[in-house]
């Protein structure tokens, strides 16, 4: 079952432009990653933030996580054709187990 | 390193069939968990190991499911019988401890179509 849901599903930008999706949950957590999807290919992690954190950023990359609230966001700054691919939310628990969101299909037009 | 590997790539098989993915984890890595894709049901954990026990199985779908780990350089996710609903992509992913809850680590996928 998936816990993270995310908005928008999909989204379409030019070259140079930020992006921003984000991510809601309903249960407590560990910590919450990114992880983006390119088309017909595997997962591969971005970055991750821990549930005492609220800003974490990773070069062109800012994640932030309001536990109050259950919601994280991803910020792509200047974004680049090459960025355009799915991004999924997973949250961690108290186990090793992750639970993905829905993702966010983003199409950077160039 | 090769990363996660996953064989087949691509598998088409018709209804009724066994099927068998494999998956070699990254060397050292001491979990190793399964996935599937649908564009109904988004990505769904099956099945979980560490140290090649499976730790949670709640994921498997149903009885004609089944997942092994022999030894820490593979495992096996079996369908038998296969159903057409069960095409999807299936995704292997590992990851090793000391990393904390860290990142997996995921394979390539293999594309199941069954007919």
Redesign the interface.
Known sequence: SQQGEEDPQALSIQEGENATMNCSYKTSINNLQWYRQNSGRGLVHLILIRSNEREKHSGRLRVTLDTSKKSSSLLITASRAADTASYFCATGGATNKLIFGTGTLLAVQP | DAG?IQSPRHEVTEMGQEVTLRCKPISGHD?L?WYRQTMM?????LI?F?NNVP??DSGMPEDRFSAKMPNASFSTLKIQPSEPRDSAVY?C?S?LTGT??????????TRLTVT
């Open positions: 996660v979990y968990f049901r988004g990505l769904e954990l979980y560490n730790i949670d995704f992913a990851k904390g809850y860290g990142e997996q680590y995921f394979g390539p996928g």
